[in-house]
């Protein structure tokens, strides 16, 4: 009887690794470096290694282990196989064949932030829910679509990358995608601080902003603590993401946003700013999509990953 | 052995009805009136009678009859149950049970527009692919999101409402829905009307569209006709569209668009306007996505409906 899965998170700097039984609790968790020198050519190596240690340390059977799921940074297709992986340093892996080679076990591969949709749906900020946006709003915005308690990939593994959903024309500056005006302009960590530079540029009004550097935790800061001029940059941040979700909404008709990532650590209060616009611009039998937290942090991944094979 | 299907259409004036093989031909077509009096009580056993009619006319044995699939003009959930449908007079209705039982058939239900994009799938516009969006520009603007194949219904039923995805913020007239600058009201044929007028009040230049009735129809006859004003209300008219369709990548990254509803009847101009912004504003990997012309103008929901149950 299969009892233990495994959930695989790889970033560009460490690997995430999950021990997880069936019923998706975790049982064990550790990090091995992720060596991306040579074009990554250990990276498969180095986790086929570090599992089957962890099978010996735990003197599991094989024939107990559903499996591994892994989350990487980039698309990933239906073989398991991923075209390019930029913060890998890797062009194309067919990652489950090889990895699934060198383990004995089965191998299901899905992109990191479809992956962490998935994680947060099973045990997180999610759980009940089956159709779930997750937002991920970090240096850059990220997302992840479940339909029915499925991944949409998209046809090419661009499925949730709401990101680059064009949201103002009054950004000049072109965004990393190349487009101009995209939600991750505006709206990521990077963004908030574009924002409130421009804010503070524009006006005199006296603001705690104006001492030290500003960040998006700063930023958020002074919101909770009253600052006038950082209430409209929130209000400005809470219309380009109400806006974006409000036409996820139209497209998916999810039962829940769950809104993770750096930024989201400012808590509740942006349901505040951003619940104000999704339910202005939302086609109304979709205005009342619950917002959440991601509550699993940077576990989301070995989560999900477990989640995708299980 | 099972050899034939039902697909039924109805609408707010006709019942569409087709009887189909198993492999999609249509082997016999027909309409009835749709009685909306006394809050459409009559419509379900007019299409239980008619189904019936048609069985006996044809001399089929029941057994060799997978079932009947039905698009209405409303939400409808799992289970066939229809919540509302303002056009045909209804408030909540066991629509697959209520005809099922007068009919011995297995049924099952959709949204009208999403089942004319799963019939435009299987037998029109979009042969081949399995990831399709279908954008209906008609008096509103409808859609239909496919998804692996499968209907994307939404939590609310909402899924595809593609209508009213927030676009612009210079329109000050309220849409049907209650928000504002909704696509349906620039890039429906109502709205290419709108967009018309606004420009023709705005210059002096001259144009054709100014002798006579402006519709939609007028506009794109007078683009062909190299009439500069009608070309800068495609140019807008296809900025909005292709705004929207670049989003909706952002989310579900299909493999291709299929474009129906009165406006289509254009023809392939549209595309010029529609994928140049298309181009401009979608995420790099999803730029190559198809633009397709709809092909089964009226009869997208009997197939559809058929495709539902097969």
Redesign the interface.
């Known amino acids: 009887m299969k009892k233990y899965c495994f959930g695989i998170d790889i970033g560009g700097t460490t690997v995430k690794c999950g021990l997880f039984n069936v019923d998706g609790e975790v049982l064990d968790k550790w990090e091995i470096k992720t060596r991306t020198e040579n074009n990554g050519e250990n990276i498969i190596a180095d986790i086929a290694e570090t599992m089957n240690a962890k099978i010996a340390e735990k003197g599991l059977d094989k024939e107990e282990i559903v499996g591994a799921g892994v989350g990487v940074p980039g698309?990933a297709d239906e073989e398991g196989n991923v075209p390019v992986a930029v913060n890998l340093h890797w062009g194309f892996v067919p990652l489950s064949k090889e990895l699934s080679e060198k383990t004995g076990l089965a191998v299901r591969v899905g992109n990191d932030a479809n992956v962490a949709a998935l994680g947060e749906m099973w045990k997180g900020g999610a759980v009940g829910y089956h159709?779930v946006v997750m937002v991920t709003l970090g240096t850059g915005v990220g997302g992840g679509?479940i339909?029915n308690g499925k991944i949409?990939?998209?046809?090419?593994?661009?499925?949730?990358?709401?990101g680059?959903?064009?949201v103002t024309d009054s950004v000049d500056k072109p965004c990393n995608?190349?487009?101009t005006g995209c939600l991750e302009q505006v709206a990521s960590a990077t963004g908030v601080v574009y924002l409130a530079n421009k804010k503070l540029a524009s006006c005199d009004t006296p603001s705690v902003l104006r001492d030290g550097e500003v960040s998006a935790k700063s930023v958020f800061d002074a919101v909770k603590a009253g600052d006038a001029v950082a209430q409209e940059i929130a209000e400005e941040f809470g219309r380009y993401l109400g806006?974006a979700c409000?036409?996820?909404?139209?497209?998916?008709?999810?039962?829940v946003f769950v809104i993770g990532g750096g930024v989201s650590k400012a808590g509740k209060i942006l349901f505040d700013y951003i619940e104000k616009y999704y339910k202005?611009?939302?086609?109304?039998?979709?205005k009342d999509?619950k917002f959440a937290l991601a509550t699993l942090g940077n576990d989301a991944g070995i989560y999900g990953a477990a989640k995708l094979m299980l």
């Open positions: 698309p159709n679509i339909i949409v990939t998209g046809s090419n593994g661009a499925g949730g990358e709401i680059h959903i064009h995608c190349g487009n806006l409000a036409n996820i909404a139209g497209v998916v008709d999810p039962q202005k611009y939302a086609f109304p039998s979709c999509a």
